[in-house]
């Protein structure tokens, strides 16, 4: 094209008045146009966005639905009080189909595809250790919501974090002290026979035996059964206490012929409501459980003496006094484990404006930022209780309630401390390279 | 089969090699971390091809010749702090001797009955895994440490971490058992697998040994599944029983039914599809079972021997 009005002859030196206003009126046009602001403001005020490995589908479903309610709610709380450094929190969600496979994809996904700055809120163990090497991989901060002890065992990477909920093994060390002074001595133990049994076969006796109590027997029940009774007359008749912590739909089974075995003469029961976590307490068959006791990680049902932030927490999940959803009694929720999702948003929140998080390439800085926390305050960003994290192991420890079934409902009748819960780290994530 | 010559068929497969090298250069990060797992996949399912589409055995036990080289490689780098080439070259093993010994006793069934025998091992497979949890890690799985998934050699590193690397070596993997599948499937040996597949007691009128055959065959395809359960552990860190689960059994199955049984190049495009219909349909909605589902059934109504197999029956017969 032929420069015929001189527009880029250079060796013109007068630059008249026409020419001059043209050029600011056409400088302010451009930065007053919408694209240009955005662009411009890209770095500082783009949201935040965070990778949701999501359990839509698979067994971990019932679970990964009350993931979802509360993570929507605790990231409309966030950015409704300004967002994570000014800028608004956005989730991305992937659904992994509670597959290890699937799940290694999806962190793939969201570091490389949707570019999200961290991922988020996984469950189930084999998914977290499943994604983990791609997280690491990826050099993309992984923040798990799952409560296996796999985070604490340093056995994952230095980009996986567990700073909302407390892992398996601090809660069964935390809940010996209470079963030996409270519910009996000698304690026999009935597990599925997969992993999260033998956590608790392997953490409880040395918890008890330090308390002087003792594990009599260790009943594992392959994961495939569905009727319970040929497994009952292993437990000894000196049995004081019966440790359960069967999982999965044939819990509703296991309970019902439990109480055809025993009868009105039973011993103590204790167990963990991971067994009962989605389901109604007062469903049919379960009342041989009423008088028994159960490891919450936050009650399911309201409290007399609940915090405000606490009641703001179940307000804004949306969860009425029984632990169900406001409107729907019947969709009872996973109360003991979804808070983690909204603490760790929380620690994720800190942790950012800590680090001086502007984008994905300030992520080696959010790990360090991360590993530097030490202590999360009871409030509104923590309703489930104060905790302690350690940066070495990457895992937050807290309190823990023991609740009573009564009158169909959830009693918390004893607090843990923090220090119930703490033991020696097994390693230390912190040596590991960047 | 009709005949081909062998320089198209073999422009043909060089082609899609050379085509999956290209692609490392052009997809984008998330593609190319895709396709290398595809690649690795592809394996599996062109294992499973060699038994399900030239022999016409229907195994519903592959996941444990899978696995078998997933633990082989996986628990020997774990516990016992081997290379990756010594690891690699224990899965394979592992897979060939669990498919010797299967073989063995699963060749006295045919049909149904082999379906469910192998069905069954493959099930004692994946509750043994549970059963010594101590060493596999059980339902949870165990993590093969970045820092164990480097190859020396020499004063030379190759970080199976790296994108690039990983991609490349499942490329190899991928092209060298393709290359392995046209010359056996060119073979005498192919052409006796494909005779027993359509009439076996003429085949043995004629002279044919085939149970040897048979077994050979097992044999092979263990070796080739376990290879690509080797190279997975190997490439993507993970080991874990649910590889181990019927779900993986199927699904080698459902790729090479889509691809085209009995063709070479089947199980890579039915994987390739498998694949891209989940990961786009996820996006979209959580019910992306479904879609798969309609998917399935529309190439089985459209489609009804699988993609390559109908190329092949329409327009383009010389396809191995």
């Given at each position: 094209?032929?420069?015929?009005?001189?527009?880029?002859?250079?060796?013109?030196?007068?630059?008249?008045?026409?020419?001059?206003?043209?050029?600011?009126?056409?400088?302010?046009?451009?930065?007053?146009?919408?694209?240009?602001?955005?662009?411009?403001?890209?770095?500082?005020?783009?949201?935040?966005?965070?990778?949701?490995?999501?359990?839509?589908?698979?067994?971990?479903?019932?679970?990964?639905?009350?993931?979802?309610?509360?993570?929507?709610?605790?990231?409309?709380?966030?950015?409704?009080?300004?967002?994570?450094?000014?800028?608004?929190?956005?989730?991305?969600?992937?659904?992994?189909?509670?597959?290890?496979?699937?799940?290694?994809?999806?962190?793939?996904?969201?570091?490389?595809?949707?570019?999200?700055?961290?991922?988020?809120?996984?469950?189930?163990?084999?998914?977290?250790?499943?994604?983990?090497?791609?997280?690491?991989?990826?050099?993309?901060?992984?923040?798990?919501?799952?409560?296996?002890?796999?985070?604490?065992?340093?056995?994952?990477?230095?980009?996986?974090?567990?700073?909302?909920?407390?892992?398996?093994?601090?809660?069964?060390?935390?809940?010996?002290?209470?079963?030996?002074?409270?519910?009996?001595?000698?304690?026999?133990?009935?597990?599925?026979?997969?992993?999260?049994?033998?956590?608790?076969?392997?953490?409880?006796?040395?918890?008890?035996?330090?308390?002087?109590?003792?594990?009599?027997?260790?009943?594992?029940?392959?994961?495939?059964?569905?009727?319970?009774?040929?497994?009952?007359?292993?437990?000894?008749?000196?049995t004081e206490v019966i440790y359960h912590v069967m999982v999965g739909p044939a819990v509703l089974t296991f309970v019902k012929e439990l109480g055809e075995f025993y009868g009105?003469?039973?011993?103590?029961?204790?167990?963990?409501?991971?067994?009962?976590?989605?389901?109604?307490?007062?469903?049919?068959?379960?009342?041989?459980?009423?008088?028994?006791?159960?490891?919450?990680?936050?009650?399911?049902?309201?409290?007399?003496?609940?915090?405000?932030?606490?009641?703001?927490?179940?307000?804004?999940?949306?969860?009425d006094d029984n632990g169900a959803a406001v409107g729907d009694p019947k969709d009872v929720s996973t109360a003991a484990h979804m808070f983690g999702c909204w603490e760790t948003?929380?620690?994720?929140?800190?942790?950012?404006?800590?680090?001086?998080?502007?984008?994905?390439?300030?992520?080696?800085?959010?790990?360090?930022?991360?590993?530097?926390?030490?202590?999360?305050?009871?409030?509104?960003?923590?309703?489930?209780?104060?905790?302690?994290?350690?940066?070495?192991?990457?895992?937050?420890?807290?309190?823990?309630?023991?609740?009573?079934?009564?009158?169909?409902?959830?009693?918390?009748?004893?607090?843990?401390?923090?220090?119930?819960?703490?033991?020696?780290?097994?390693?230390?994530?912190?040596?590991?390279?960047? | 089969?009709?005949?081909?010559?062998?320089?198209?068929?073999?422009?043909?497969?060089?082609?899609?090699?050379?085509?999956?090298?290209?692609?490392?250069?052009?997809?984008?990060?998330?593609?190319?971390?895709?396709?290398?797992?595809?690649?690795?996949?592809?394996?599996?399912?062109?294992?499973?091809?060699?038994?399900?589409?030239?022999?016409?055995?229907?195994?519903?036990?592959?996941?444990?010749?899978?696995?078998?080289?997933?633990?082989?490689?996986?628990?020997?780098?774990?516990?016992?702090?081997?290379?990756?080439?010594?690891?690699?070259?224990?899965?394979?093993?592992?897979?060939?001797?669990?498919?010797?010994?299967?073989?063995?006793?699963?060749?006295?069934?045919?049909?149904?009955?082999?379906?469910?025998?192998?069905?069954?091992?493959?099930?004692?497979?994946?509750?043994?895994?549970?059963?010594?949890?101590?060493?596999?890690?059980?339902?949870?799985?165990?993590?093969?440490?970045?820092?164990?998934?480097?190859?020396?050699?020499?004063?030379?590193?190759?970080?199976?971490?790296?994108?690039?690397?990983?991609?490349?070596?499942?490329?190899?993997?991928?092209?060298?058992?393709?290359?392995?599948?046209?010359?056996?499937?060119?073979?005498?040996?192919?052409?006796?697998?494909?005779?027993?597949?359509?009439?076996?007691?003429?085949?043995?009128?004629?002279?044919?040994?085939?149970?040897?055959?048979?077994?050979?065959?097992?044999?092979?395809?263990?070796?080739?599944?376990?290879?690509?359960?080797?190279?997975?552990?190997?490439?993507?860190?993970?080991?874990?029983?649910?590889?181990?689960?019927?779900?993986?059994?199927?699904?080698?199955?459902?790729?090479?039914?889509?691809?085209?049984?009995?063709?070479?190049?089947?199980?890579?495009?039915?994987?390739?599809?498998?694949?891209?219909?989940?990961?786009?349909?996820?996006?979209?909605?959580?019910?992306?079972?479904?879609?798969?589902?309609?998917?399935?059934?529309?190439?089985?109504?459209?489609?009804?021997?699988?993609?390559?197999?109908?190329?092949?029956?329409?327009?383009?017969?010389?396809?191995?």
């Amino acid at each position: 094209m032929a420069d015929k009005n001189g527009f880029f002859d250079l060796s013109k030196k007068e630059l008249s008045r026409r020419t001059a206003l043209k050029g600011i009126a056409a400088g302010t046009g451009l930065a007053l146009a919408p694209g240009f602001v955005r662009y411009s403001q890209a770095q500082s005020s783009a949201p935040i966005k965070i990778g949701f490995q999501l359990h839509r589908t698979g067994i971990g479903a019932a679970y990964g639905r009350w993931y979802e309610k509360t993570s929507a709610a605790a990231v409309k709380a966030i950015n409704d009080a300004g967002g994570i450094g000014g800028r608004k929190v956005e989730l991305v969600i992937e659904d992994d189909g509670t597959d290890p496979a699937r799940g290694a994809e999806v962190v793939a996904k969201f570091a490389k595809q949707h570019k999200t700055d961290i991922v988020f809120g996984t469950l189930f163990s084999h998914v977290v250790i499943g994604s983990a090497p791609a997280a690491g991989e990826n050099k993309i901060p992984y923040f798990v919501v799952s409560e296996g002890h796999h985070v604490a065992s340093t056995k994952l990477n230095r980009y996986v974090f567990q700073p909302g909920i407390t892992d398996v093994k601090s809660q069964i060390q935390s809940m010996a002290p209470w079963i030996a002074a409270n519910a009996g001595k000698k304690v026999t133990q009935i597990f599925p026979d997969f992993a999260f049994g033998y956590d608790h076969r392997d953490y409880l006796p040395p918890a008890l035996k330090a308390q002087g109590a003792d594990v009599i027997a260790q009943i594992a029940i392959p994961p495939t059964e569905s009727s319970f009774t040929k497994y009952f007359p292993q437990i000894p008749a000196e049995t004081e206490v019966i440790y359960h912590v069967m999982v999965g739909p044939a819990v509703l089974t296991f309970v019902k012929e439990l109480g055809e075995f025993y009868g009105s003469q039973r011993p103590q029961l204790f167990g963990f409501i991971d067994s009962l976590e989605a389901v109604d307490i007062n469903s049919p068959g379960l009342e041989f459980l009423d008088g028994s006791h159960f490891w919450e990680g936050s009650p399911r049902y309201a409290q007399p003496d609940d915090s405000a932030a606490q009641k703001a927490y179940r307000a804004a999940v949306g969860i009425d006094d029984n632990g169900a959803a406001v409107g729907d009694p019947k969709d009872v929720s996973t109360a003991a484990h979804m808070f983690g999702c909204w603490e760790t948003l929380y620690v994720v929140k800190k942790a950012m404006e800590d680090a001086g998080y502007k984008g994905p390439e300030d992520r080696a800085k959010l790990v360090e930022a991360t590993e530097a926390l030490k202590e999360f305050a009871e409030g509104p960003e923590h309703p489930q209780g104060p905790k302690s994290f350690n940066g070495k192991i990457h895992q937050c420890f807290g309190i823990q309630n023991i609740s009573k079934v009564e009158g169909g409902k959830l009693k918390v009748v004893h607090k843990t401390k923090i220090e119930d819960g703490l033991y020696e780290p097994e390693g230390d994530y912190t040596t590991q390279a960047l | 089969m009709r005949d081909a010559s062998p320089a198209k068929t073999y422009a043909l497969h060089v082609g899609v090699i050379a085509l999956l090298f290209v692609l490392n250069f052009v997809l984008p990060d998330y593609h190319q971390g895709l396709f290398a797992r595809i690649m690795a996949l592809a394996v599996f399912a062109m294992g499973y091809n060699l038994l399900f589409g030239y022999v016409g055995l229907l195994s519903l036990g592959h996941a444990m010749f899978f696995s078998a080289g997933l633990y082989g490689a996986g628990l020997t780098v774990y516990h016992l702090g081997w290379g990756v080439p010594e690891a690699f070259v224990a899965g394979v093993a592992c897979g060939a001797l669990l498919a010797l010994a299967i073989g063995l006793l699963a060749l006295r069934t045919s049909g149904v009955a082999f379906m469910i025998v192998t069905m069954m091992f493959a099930q004692v497979f994946y509750l043994l895994i549970l059963y010594f949890a101590a060493w596999t890690g059980g339902d949870q799985g165990l993590v093969i440490q970045q820092a164990s998934r480097v190859i020396s050699i020499g004063g030379a590193s190759l970080d199976l971490t790296n994108s690039t690397v990983r991609y490349m070596n499942a490329l190899a993997l991928f092209s060298v058992v393709l290359l392995i599948t046209l010359a056996i499937v060119r073979s005498r040996f192919g052409r006796v697998l494909v005779a027993i597949r359509e009439n076996e007691e003429r085949t043995k009128m004629l002279g044919y040994d085939t149970v040897a055959n048979k077994l050979a065959a097992v044999v092979a395809s263990g070796a080739i599944c376990a290879a690509s359960g080797a190279a997975y552990a190997l490439l993507f860190g993970y080991v874990g029983s649910s590889f181990a689960s019927v779900q993986y059994s199927i699904l080698p199955l459902l790729w090479v039914l889509l691809g085209g049984a009995a063709t070479t190049l089947g199980p890579l495009v039915g994987t390739l599809f498998m694949y891209y219909v989940t990961d786009i349909a996820s996006g979209f909605t959580s019910a992306y079972l479904l879609i798969v589902g309609v998917a399935l059934i529309l190439l089985v109504l459209f489609f009804p021997k699988g993609i390559l197999g109908t190329i092949r029956e329409r327009w383009l017969g010389w396809l191995p």
